[in-house]
């Protein structure tokens, strides 16, 4: 079973920047389609972005685009979130998560994913 393990997380002020990393286990990272999601307080858990297998397609939520940016290091099994313009809202615990299907692409359901990461936390304030 894969493990994923995400890091990075902390306090930052508005308009901060922050990179979130997922370390996964399994060398079947590199055929496998990756997300992120995120839990806000009070709120129901949403998807942020996903990358494809190879890397070169992503996609993202409305509400982060443009602001954050997801990549992936295949030799590393470790996927990334690089955020910035931090807003109060993006308040949340991130999620990394492992697509089910080889030679995944571009996955925004939570239905997608067989794996999941522990969480992250990420407050924005001042």
């Known amino acids: 079973q894969a493990q994923l393990v995400e890091s990075g997380g902390g306090l930052v002020q508005p308009g901060g920047s922050v990179t979130l990393s997922c370390a996964a286990s399994?060398?079947?990272?590199?055929?496998?389609?990756m997300g992120w999601f995120r839990r806000a307080p009070g709120k129901e858990r949403e998807f942020v972005a996903t990358?494809?297998?190879?890397?070169?397609?992503?996609y993202y939520a409305d509400s982060v685009k443009g602001r954050f940016t997801i990549s992936r290091d295949n030799a590393k099994k470790t996927l990334y979130l690089q955020m910035t313009g931090l807003k109060p809202e993006d308040t949340a615990v991130y999620y990394c998560?492992?697509?089910?299907?080889?030679?995944?692409?571009?996955?925004?359901?939570?239905?997608?994913?067989?794996?999941w990461g522990q969480g992250t936390q990420v407050t924005v304030s001042s």
């Open positions: 998560a492992q697509g089910r299907v080889p030679l995944g692409t571009i996955e925004t359901r939570e239905d997608q994913y067989a794996f």
């Open positions: 399994e060398r079947t990272f590199a055929l496998l389609a």
């Open positions: 990358i494809n297998w190879r890397g070169d397609s992503t």
